[in-house]
């Protein structure tokens, strides 16, 4: 009687271990339909595409932070060399280099190497050019209406050398 039990026992435990290296042998391979196989594709193209995208915006993060460093950096360098102060006080002087010329009778001379004066004294958007060292040199001016509690002129100026802006600001 022991070795029946023995025998059903050993048995037993040979069945388990067979089932259950049976369980995780691989399943043979199932050949895939046309269209399973272009479902598959699609999806990996998918993959790889939401990763370029994702490549992609972060470059632009990137571009678009050092943009905006720079903008900071070249408005604190207007600031501080008053730049915007000083381009509309010669904007004003270039005016007057325009008056000036054109009056008859009295010796006024341009600035040295300054030629070729020319502008326009409109109160709205006054401008000035003129010639120095071969260079063409022009101030634009766009100025907003008063805008109520603020006491100083609000508008934009831009200084363009040989008709190309070199310099656009607010002020």
């Not at 207007?78 to 009778?105: F, Y």
């Not at 341009?110 to 401008?127: K, Q, R």
């Not at 831009?158 to 600001?169: F, P, Q, R, W, Y």
Request: proline share 4%; with cysteine.
């Amino acid at each position: 009687m022991t070795q029946s039990v023995l025998l059903i026992l050993l048995t037993a435990v040979a069945t388990w271990l067979i089932m259950g290296a049976l369980k995780y042998v691989p399943r043979p391979f199932k050949a895939l339909s046309l269209e399973e196989k272009e479902a598959g594709r699609a999806k990996h193209i998918g993959t790889q595409i939401d990763g370029a995208r994702d490549r992609a915006s972060m470059a632009e993060v990137e571009r678009n932070k050092l943009a905006l460093a720079k903008a900071v950096k070249a408005a604190l360098w207007v600031t501080e060399t008053r730049l915007n102060v000083a381009v509309p006080e010669l904007l004003t002087i270039a005016q007057l280099w325009m008056g000036q010329s054109k009056l008859r009778g009295k010796k006024w001379k341009a600035p040295e190497g300054v030629s070729e004066i020319e502008g326009l004294d409109d109160p709205e958007s006054p401008w000035a050019g003129w010639n120095f060292n071969d260079q063409h040199w022009r101030i634009e001016a766009q100025w907003l209406p008063a805008i109520k509690g603020v006491d100083d002129d609000v508008g934009t100026c831009k200084v363009l050398v040989d008709h190309e802006v070199v310099l656009d600001m607010t002020i």
